[in-house]
């Protein structure tokens, strides 16, 4: 979107406040996101109302979700954009800039979803980039709106993957962070699998590895493993949303596979991997979730040590199958429940991270700024996960540096002092 904005000539800027058209792209999964997409559209209108703004543009999957309802509650919004073609989508930002008639309303693409959407500009550090794999999910999980905003899984070509990873290479990006709905589907659609493609890009270049995102813990291609243990492009760590371990909620959920196969998963992972990060997500107080499966939960997350895992408190999502559910876990109880899980992650992180005080760690550089230098562990993925502090070290983004591990401060980041080699 960014990259079909410039190439239209617009000028790109992250700063609300030195742009005269705003676009903003939401999100809808869950009702604190759907919230933070509600406030930020409420904060550019009232931006455009005291004269900052001469137009507001709302993209994404709020947008993709809730239609053309949104233009009812939000009048003042120039522009909604569903999940569309982004070149039509710069064009009437253009128009909007020049005066010109525009669409109020952008329709999402029809088929299968872009297979290569052009040159990319990139929001995160030249260090790493985002790299989509496939679009929607064929899964049914009964808590979960995706697969009806992003629609049924369909797999980007290994070479439109690999050709938008070579550009982004030569651009400089060491990691290529591979997202989707759900990555371990890649490939199904087109009779290949997820680590034909990961082998495929861990072999672009010496100095950029692949880390995988989004894996679903069923019909896991476990070739695979053998790529993150042997491959040296390929980072040891995977993240896989595991969203609980009691067999009565994963049932109810809609996922696949048992508590005891979750298990069985994970320990398979850590044997065949000695050295895996393995990240994942869990979902707290689904309807019916009783006290004995948040503790079974609890202690799956202290004896498997899952220290790299994010937890989301359930959310009733209007139009899927939890929302009408019996048994709905009273708000606050979710809460409790909510921090009591955190609680546990934070132990185990706490002493996952201490254990590394003394040892050296390979940091990729992220960050070079007045604040620091700041980088990331292969353990660690971008914006979920730790970093390293490395303090004013002579380093680039993109640098890789090798780094003792001093200290642990807040956040569970780690204090680094610089040891030998880049
Ligand atoms: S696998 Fe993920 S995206 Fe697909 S339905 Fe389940 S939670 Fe939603």
Not at 86 to 93: D, G, Q
Not at 122 to 137: D, E, M, N, V
Not at 225 to 252: C, F, I, K, S, W
């Amino acid at each position: 979107m960014l990259a079909r904005m410039a190439e239209s000539g617009l000028m790109v800027t992250g700063d609300p406040s030195e742009a005269d058209i705003a676009v903003l792209n939401t999100c809808s999964f869950i009702g604190p996101a759907r919230a933070e997409s509600e406030a930020s559209i409420l904060d550019l209108v009232d931006r455009k109302k005291r004269g900052e703004l001469s137009a507001v543009v709302v993209a994404g999957c709020l947008v993709q979700r809730y239609k053309r309802g949104l233009r009812e509650r939000f009048p003042d919004v120039d522009l909604f954009a569903e999940i569309s073609d982004y070149r039509k989508l710069a064009e009437a930002v253009q128009g909007l800039a020049t005066g010109t008639p525009v669409p109020k309303y952008l329709e999402a693409l029809e088929g299968p979803g872009a297979e290569r959407e052009g040159a990319r500009l990139l929001s995160t550090p030249g260090s790493y980039a985002y790299l989509r794999i496939s679009h929607g999910c064929d899964h049914s999980c009964s808590f979960c709106a995706i697969p009806s905003i992003r629609g049924a899984h369909r797999s980007k070509s290994l070479e439109a993957v690999t050709s938008e990873a070579r550009e982004l290479v030569s651009a400089g990006v060491r990691e290529l962070v591979l997202v989707a709905e759900d990555s371990t589907a890649w490939g199904r659609d087109r009779g290949q699998e997820l680590p034909d493609l990961v082998e495929a890009l861990a072999s672009l270049d010496e100095g950029t590895r692949v880390r995988v995102m989004y894996a679903y813990p069923n019909n896991f291609p476990w070739r695979l493993v053998e790529l993150l243990r042997d491959h040296p492009g390929v980072v040891p760590y995977l993240d896989m949303p595991l969203q609980h371990v009691a067999t009565p909620v994963l049932r109810a959920m809609r996922r696949a596979g048992s508590g005891d196969q979750v298990r069985k998963t994970v320990e398979r992972l850590r044997e065949e991997v000695p050295e895996i990060a393995i990240r994942s997500t869990l979902l707290v107080g689904f309807p019916g979730e009783t006290e004995a499966d948040v503790e079974e939960l609890c202690e799956f997350v202290r004896t498997y040590k899952l220290g790299r895992m994010g937890a989301f408190p359930f959310s009733p999502e209007e139009g899927t199958a939890a929302f009408d559910l019996p048994n709905h876990v009273p708000a606050e109880e979710i809460s409790r429940r909510y921090e009591a899980v955190l609680a546990v992650r934070n132990e185990v992180l706490e002493a996952e991270q201490r254990a590394l005080i003394g040892t050296e760690v390979e940091v990729l550089i992220d960050e070079n700024s007045r604040f620091g230098v700041v980088g990331r562990t292969p353990m660690d993925a971008p914006e979920v996960d730790p970093v390293a502090l490395m303090g004013e070290i002579d380093a680039n983004v993109g640098d890789r540096v090798m780094a003792t591990v001093r200290a642990v401060g807040e956040e569970f980041d780690l204090e680094c002092e610089v040891g030998a080699g880049k």
